[in-house]
């Protein structure tokens, strides 16, 4: 039995996970582009929101024309924490279908900008946070175009993947529902995706996840993301979760134990833990990890960006009973 302790500084994870049901088109999804305002707090700070009320829009518009100030906010999300846009520097964002302009709200739901990228995980529990707020710009599906995203899907060698779909699972804007499938080539492309920035996954035959990358799409334009892939997997193990003493979602990974760990295999364990638990989007360092051939604990260090890394995660891979238990992980 083998006992390995890891001081890590940088690691590059590929977070897995089993799905089903995908739903392939052959033609381009038909939406109509989303409007967005820009908001700025009392503190001068801003963030992006788009409502899909038009109610909403048109109390957005007018509070832009009269230049006045009410308390905009609503549901908080997280959403792909990417630098450099500088619509969605906070780490969340509201989501467009819980948007509310208000005269009164209560004491308690109260906030800032700051404040909620600050404590993102206080505002989640809480459900809804309203910033006292102007709105400075906005811009609408007239003067917004539809852009794309290409690009190839190959193994470590160079070689094309085909049969591998590719889609959009997240993103700061709504986004059309496409799973692309590569060619002979390794080439796939998505059309009709609105300007922002999205999260999209490869997932082979079988609908294991074995890709997550980022990409910023703007207006009109096409993006390029290529896709290099270690390997794709036929092996996928799966972990009961639980967090805080509370049963969470199983964690499938595509690793397996039966022949022993390799210090790769405990990396993509509790890597794949923390990314499903906290977002791929959270900035992270994973610490130390310890691991034999019956269990594996790390520890991390995380936070909303790089200054502010003061909360910690720490996980435990039992592999007798494949239970994953995760504490202090606000």
């Known amino acids: 039995m083998k006992k390995k302790i890891v001081a890590v500084t940088s690691i590059v994870l590929i977070a897995v996970s089993v799905i089903a049901g995908w739903i392939h088109f052959l033609g381009a999804a038909t939406y109509e582009l989303p409007g967005m305002a820009i908001i700025e707090d009392t503190n001068g700070d801003r963030i992006a929101v788009e409502p899909t009320s038009g109610a909403v829009w048109d109390e957005l518009i007018e509070l832009y024309h009269s230049n006045g100030e009410m308390w905009v906010g609503g549901v908080v999300e ?53 910033v006292y707020a102007k709105v400075v710009e906005y811009s609408t599906g007239v003067n917004m175009q539809a852009g794309s995203i290409e690009g190839t899907v190959t193994d470590y060698d160079g070689n094309p993947l085909a049969g591998m779909r590719v889609g959009i699972v997240s993103g700061t804007t709504f986004f059309p529902e496409i799973a692309a499938e590569t060619n002979e080539e390794g080439y796939y492309q998505i059309g009709s995706v609105p300007p922002g920035t999205f999260e999209v996954a490869v997932h082979d035959i079988q609908g294991n996840r074995i890709g997550l990358e980022s990409v910023t799409v703007r207006s009109g334009e096409t993006s390029t993301l290529n896709f290099v892939i270690q390997s794709v997997p036929s092996d996928v193990t799966k972990f009961k979760a639980v967090v805080n003493g509370m049963r969470s979602v199983d964690v499938f990974v595509c690793v397996n134990i039966s022949d022993g760990l390799t210090e790769k295999e405990a990396e993509l ?24 051939d019956a269990k594996i604990e790390a520890h991390y260090t995380w936070g909303v960006d790089e200054n502010d890394m003061g909360h910690v995660f720490d996980v435990t891979a039992d592999l ?11």
């Not at 364990?269 to 034999?292: A, M, N, P, S, W």
């Not at 007798?320 to 606000?330: A, F, G, K, M, S």
């Open 269 to 292: 364990i509790v890597g794949t833990t923390f990314i499903q638990i906290k977002g791929e989007y959270v900035t992270h360092r994973l610490d130390t990890l310890t691991f034999d």
């Open 78 to 130: 997280v959403f792909i924490f990417i630098r450099p846009d500088p619509n969605y520097p906070w780490g969340f964002r509201f989501k467009p279908e819980n948007i509310t302009v208000a005269e009164v709200t209560a004491e308690g739901l109260q906030t800032t900008i700051r404040s909620i990228s600050a404590d993102i995980d206080y505002w989640l529990d809480i459900g809804q946070a309203y």
């Open 320 to 330: 007798t009973t494949l239970q994953i238990t995760v504490t202090h992980c606000r």
